[in-house]
């Protein structure tokens, strides 16, 4: 099992990996700092995906967007994160590795920009995201990332747009 901080031309997400073959059960991830995201206004370490995923095949990998890398570093939170990832396999033995990240490697990457007629998303995603006083926390049932998404590509949400839309690269 392995959680990543994947970079990708200035967007940050959080991806938990299951590299073995066979499914992997009662997956938890625990992060040493809370994590804010989507400009701060989301606790995305307190998602369920980190606290609830129940299985996770062999091989499959599950990741959610945290922040652009800009707004990450203007918001001054450590960049120095420990996470440790436990699970079960089928006979009920447990797991436990802890995986240390450097977030402050991001900081002076460049990168592309999108060619002009591609969606733009970090600016579709500020529109969308209204200004919290306190940082959204997660009720059992409800999803504040699909509505933050909505409209926006996602090929693991059906009719995440509109056909004949163009995709969102990101």
């Keep these: 099992m392995l959680v990543?901080?994947?970079?990708?031309?200035?967007l940050l997400s959080i991806s938990i990996k299951n590299i073995g073959s066979r499914p992997?059960?009662?997956v938890r991830v625990e992060f040493s700092h809370r994590l804010m995201g989507v400009e701060g206004t989301i606790e995305v370490s307190a998602l369920a995906l980190f606290s609830a995923l129940e299985s996770l095949a062999g091989g499959k990998e599950i990741s959610t967007f945290l922040d652009s890398s800009a707004?990450?570093?203007r918001s001054k939170q450590p960049v120095e994160i420990a996470t440790r990832i436990s699970c079960q396999d089928a006979r009920g033995r447990?797991?436990?590795?802890?995986?240390?990240?450097?977030l402050e490697?991001?900081?002076?990457?460049?990168?592309?920009m999108r060619a002009s007629g591609e969606r733009d998303c970090t600016r579709l995603l500020r529109a969308q995201v209204p200004r919290r006083e306190e940082p959204a926390r997660i009720r059992p049932g409800l999803s504040p990332l699909r509505e933050l998404f909505e409209g926006v590509y996602?090929?693991?949400?059906?009719?995440?747009?509109?056909?004949?839309?163009?995709?969102?690269?990101?």
């Design 4 to 10: 990543d901080f994947v970079f990708d031309r200035g």
């Design 24 to 26: 992997a059960f009662g």
């Design 71 to 73: 707004s990450l570093f």
């Design 94 to 102: 447990r797991f436990t590795t802890s995986i240390r990240h450097n």
């Design 105 to 112: 490697i991001y900081r002076e990457i460049g990168y592309g």
């Design 154 to 170: 996602n090929p693991h949400v059906p009719d995440s747009i509109e056909p004949g839309a163009r995709k969102c690269v990101a």
